[in-house]
């Protein structure tokens, strides 16, 4: 396992533990939390694998910084979003639209390693519509996901759907979902490609069964 991986993973579980000690409602710390206590052992199960770019690798962990904070105060409740709501006189916390923005931009990194090194797509046109594409189909599963919470659990999810009184609220969760998704690949896909391809030649991809090399002729016996 990379240097790189070893300490994301160990800083990653360090944030768990503190986001967990105290959280303000700890079902709501479970919800928000679960991407993260999923993925970071998925992340160390397939390090060696499918090892990621730098880029998606420290991306994640922030992503995951953000996902931690949201749980451990609840979204509507993290104190910097406190802090700007005040200092600008807005009508309420927008630390959930800082999370729903890193909820397109992380992942749509992610889906464009994914399909690039497994040579799914070909063309920059159609990879942008697919990654965009699958991002929004990803945002719109969550919305799905805290509406069936709601009807599940009733006034209990009310920290984590955190509307808080906004009647369009998974409209704008999905549109900044969206908007991030194009950031993240109109901003760095070059950049990106070129650490894919770094990648690429530090670890070669394998190749399906199709397309991998013949075996070599065995010797007569």
């Keep these: 396992m990379r240097r790189e991986t ?9 944030a768990v533990a503190w986001s967990a000690i105290g959280p303000r409602e700890v079902a709501t710390w479970w ?15 397939t ?6 770019t730098p880029l998606v690798l420290r991306c994640l962990f922030l992503h995951a910084l953000v996902l931690l904070v949201g749980a451990h105060w609840t979204y509507a409740e993290v104190p910097l979003g406190n802090w700007v709501r005040d200092a600008f006189g807005l009508a309420r916390n927008h630390y959930d639209r ?26 920059r046109g159609w990879l942008l519509v697919v990654v965009t594409s699958i ?8 919305e799905l996901l805290e509406w069936a919470t709601a009807l599940a659990i009733g006034s209990a999810a009310d920290a984590f759907l955190g509307t808080q009184g906004d009647p369009w609220d998974t409209q704008t969760d999905m549109f900044l979902a969206l908007v ?23 670890s070669p991809l394998d190749l399906p069964s199709s397309q991998a090399p013949p075996s070599p002729p065995r010797s007569p016996a």
């Design 98 to 123: 800082l999370g729903h923005l890193a909820q397109g931009f992380v992942p749509a990194l992610l889906m464009r390693e994914l399909l690039l090194r497994r040579r799914v797509v070909s063309g």
């Design 47 to 52: 390090e060696r694998r499918f090892p990621l």
């Design 135 to 142: 991002v929004l189909a990803f945002s719109a599963l969550y």
């Design 180 to 202: 991030g998704a194009l950031a993240a690949q109109l901003l760095l896909g070059r950049w990106h490609e070129r650490q894919i391809a770094a990648v690429e030649r530090c």
């Design 31 to 45: 919800l928000e939390a679960a991407p993260v206590l999923i993925g970071a052992p998925l992340l160390a199960v």
């Design 6 to 14: 070893i300490v994301v993973l160990l800083l990653t579980a360090l």
